[in-house]
């Protein structure tokens, strides 16, 4: 069974003038790494909160088909209700950080829905170490870096131990070293089983680690498959994606008649596939 | 305004710090209670030479002298104005009275908010059967109010690179200036307000009756100590103020 089911589904903002999402249809399986990409205003924030019922439950406005996440309807349950299931982090990491200090601050899930002093407490020591947490342990989120911030809000999400994690371009405020860490962080959860759906521009940086990319323009799906397939399709460069800088040299020297064989994502399977053939 | 410092939390470890917040809150009121009740100089100095030592056992004496410095001026000022327009029989001994009360009632109230943590205060209201939506709202001010200094300054300076005078002018046309700031820092707050509500309600938050709390405040034996001692001082003040006349040890002008 799919973890994860899109069945032709619209969406409108309530007040909006067009549709966000448009008979979108989606499935997606237990332990996958989805990167969604796509240029600006195309639907990729909604389809984010489609997953864990922030739309329709929190935004409200027009539906039409149905999104089943875990067996259930997000028609018919509370965000709250989702939150053990699908996690969600965002753009703005200060934005999600609400309480004073680290250890607060990650046990606020947990606390919210009832779970137990004890293991919460249990949770709280074990994703301080796991995200390497303990020097910011007692800080103001103000004075934390944004990377730190980041990290603070992606434990605070796992601690409510959901089965999906859903990152809406987690990065796109950090500098590039701390953009590689949380995407690193991100790419171990996924090695431990955790199905992740991350959206992100840089995709010199994910197309290594992902299953599948799923590209976005103007409220649809327009491209679904591995980053290999995905990658070298002339689609990409016509709606604008970053394609890595490593799979356009094979893309050139492919219409050059200069066929390297496999289509390299980094720039080190550039070289051995060069160095191969040559 | 850096006498409000003493009102400042201040991450320190001692004694009064692992006090339960709830066992200081009735001393600070005790305290405060008392300090109202004289309007003579040799109590309000011995609860003063009570409540220094305390403030050592908090580490934040230098603190408090610093504050008092700030606010030293201030402090003046009451005394020279209330000697000289009092109306009561001996002016000097009346206004140096209520100058020690001020004092008095600052460093009660310091001595409190000097050493509970802001979490620590929202656990305590919650456990004093505030609800949690209420501790939690004014935790959250303190948690924003920096962010959003930073985001005021940031609009400023936007303001300002586009030509806006803000410090010129008459009074009335400085506080016209505020309107390029306060209209966009509502925009963006409102803004930020609905990010941080998405992000809370991913959360759960408000969603179950029976939330619980990861740390939760415990009255310990030494805080029972303080709460008894508290109220004997209490009990006894009020009985001397009742039966025990004190104006004879007051100064004669
Ligand atoms: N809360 C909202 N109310 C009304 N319309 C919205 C709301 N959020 C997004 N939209 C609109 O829905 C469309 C899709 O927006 P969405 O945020 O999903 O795009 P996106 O792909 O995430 O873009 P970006 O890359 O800029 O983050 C946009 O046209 C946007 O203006
Ligand atoms: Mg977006």
Redesign the interface.
Known sequence: MPLIEFQDFSFKYYGADFLALKKVNLTISEGEYVVITGPSGCGKTTLC?TI?G?VPQ?HRGYIAGNVLVDGKNTRDH????M?TIA??V?Q?P????????V??EI???????????VE??HR?EELISLLDLEHLR?K???EMSGGEQQRV?IA??LA?KPKIMVADEPTSNLDPKNAELILDIIAGLNKRDMTVILVEHRLDLVSKDASRIVLMNDGRIVADGTPRNILVKDLCQEIGVGVPKATLVYKSLKNRGIDLGSVPLTGEELATLVKEAS | MSFLEVFQYT?QDSIIHRLDPRAKLFMAIVSAIVSLIFLEILPLLIILIILIPLLVAAKSLRRWLRSMKGLSILLVFILVFNTLLSPAPNPLNHSIALTLRLIALMTSFSLFFLTV???ELSQALIQMRVRFEFAFAM??A??YV??LAQEAYAIMDAQKARGVELDKGNPLKRIRNIVPIIVPLIIVSIR?AL??????????????P?????N?LSFKKKDWVVVFISLLVLVLTIYIRLYIPLYVWSLPF
């Open positions: 909160r864990n922030l929190f509370t965000v709250a209700e939150a996690g969600l965002f703005q200060e934005n999600q950080l609400v309480t004073l200090n250890e607060k046990a606020f899930g947990p606390e919210n829905l009832g779970v137990d002093p919460v407490r709280v007692d103001h989120p103000h809000a605070s999400i409510l | 991450r943590h802001p979490d935790s959250m303190m948690r920096p962010t930020r990010s941080i509500a998405e992000s809370m309600e991913s959360r759960g938050f408000g969603a179950s029976h939330r619980t709390y990861m939760r």
